[in-house]
C-alpha cells in the first residue's frame, strides 16, 4: 500500500495498515514532505518515482484537492487502484475520475467519509429528508481543516436534496445585519461549518417542520473512526473496474 499524504489521516492509515494482516504500508508519497521516511517508511516525494519504486497494489490518498488529480493520474497510468479519503475535490476531477477507472477499467473508491457512524448519519437523513420542506447542517470540524463546508456536509445535502427530489425551504433574513449570518447554501439546505480546536468531526442535521425537530447527530471522536471503513474501501478496491462513490455503496446502503 502506498499512503498519498503523511499529515493526520495518512500517518492514521499508515498505522491501521501496519496492524492490519496482510496489508503493509510500503511508502507515502507527499510533494511537500521534508524527511526521507516517517514511522520508518521512505517518503517520495515525487508521484510517479514513488509508485515505480514502490510498487503498490493500492494507493489511498488523503491530501488536498491540489494534489489528488496528480497522484490519481500517476495511479491509473500505472493501473494501480485509488482509494481517495480527501474531500473539496471538483465536480471536473471526478467527472475525469469517473470516465478514466471506467476506461482503464481499474478501480477507485472515493468517500467524503469513512465513519460508520456518518455513513448511517447520512443515510438517515436521506430516509427524514422527503418528510421536511426545512432542513439545516451544522457540520463542527478541527480548526487545522483545510476546506469549508466539509465533504460530508456538502455530501449529506446533495443527498437530502436527491432523496425528496427537490431542493428545501431556505427562509431569506429580511435583513442580514452580518454578512454570511445564515450559513452557506446547497439545495435551500444551510450549511454552518464551526472549526475549534477540541473537535474532531461531527455534524448535525436539523429538520424542522409543524411544532417538531429531528436532530440526526454524528460524532468521530477520533480518526480511528475512520480506519475500519478505510480498510474495507481498501479490500474491496482491488475487485472493482471503475469508481465507487460513498461508502455507503460498499455496505449495501445505496
Ligand atoms: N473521507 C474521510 O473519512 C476523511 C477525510 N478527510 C480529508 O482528508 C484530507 C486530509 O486531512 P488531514 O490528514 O486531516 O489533513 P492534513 O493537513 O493533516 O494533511 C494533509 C496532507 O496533504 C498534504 N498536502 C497539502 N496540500 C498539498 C498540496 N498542495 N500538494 C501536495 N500535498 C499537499 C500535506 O503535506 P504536508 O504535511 O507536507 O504539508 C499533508 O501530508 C482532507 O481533505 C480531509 O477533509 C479527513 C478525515 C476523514
Ligand atoms: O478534515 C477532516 O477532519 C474531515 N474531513 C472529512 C470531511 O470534510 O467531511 C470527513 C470528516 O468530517 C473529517
Known amino acids: 500500500m502506498v499512503i498519498s499524504g503523511t499529515g493526520r489521516m495518512g500517518r492514521q492509515v499508515a498505522a491501521a495498515v501496519l496492524a ?29 518515482v514513488g509508485l515505480d519504486e514502490a510498487k503498490p497494489h493500492v494507493v489511498v490518498d488523503f491530501t488536498n484537492a491540489a494534489w489528488t488529480p496528480v497522484i490519481a493520474k500517476a495511479a491509473l497510468e500505472r493501473g494501480i487502484p485509488l482509494v481517495i479519503g480527501t474531500t473539496g475535490l471538483s465536480a471536473e476531477f471526478m467527472g475525469w475520475l469517473e470516465a478514466e477507472t471506467r476506461a482503464r477499467g481499474v478501480g477507485a473508491v472515493v468517500a467524503a467519509n469513512f465513519a460508520i457512524s456518518a455513513v448511517l448519519m447520512m443515510h438517515f437523513a436521506k430516509q427524514a429528508a422527503r418528510f421536511f420542506d426545512h432542513a439545516e447542517i451544522i457540520e463542527l470540524h478541527h480548526d487545522g481543516k483545510a476546506d469549508s463546508p466539509s465533504g460530508t456536509a456538502k455530501a449529506t445535502a446533495e443527498g437530502m436534496v436527491a432523496a425528496r427530489g427537490r431542493p428545501f425551504v431556505h427562509p431569506e433574513p429580511e435583513v442580514e445585519t452580518v454578512a ?7 439545495g435551500g439546505v444551510a450549511i454552518h461549518a464551526v472549526r475549534l480546536p477540541g473537535l474532531v468531526a461531527h455534524q448535525e442535521v436539523i429538520f424542522g417542520g409543524q411544532g417538531q425537530l429531528l436532530t440526526i447527530r454524528q460524532d468521530s471522536t477520533g480518526r ?29 446502503l445505496a
Open 20 to 48: 492490519e494482516p496482510g496489508m503493509t504500508p510500503v511508502a507515502y508519497i507527499d510533494a511537500l514532505a521534508e524527511r526521507g521516511a516517517m514511522d520508518g517508511i521512505p517518503v517520495f516525494r515525487e508521484a510517479g
Open 180 to 186: 454570511g449570518a445564515r450559513g452557506a447554501e446547497l
Open 224 to 252: 480511528d473512526s475512520f480506519m475500519p471503513g478505510v480498510l474495507l474501501a481498501i479490500r474491496e478496491v482491488l475487485g472493482r473496474r471503475e469508481l465507487v462513490v460513498g461508502l455507503d455503496r460498499l455496505l449495501g
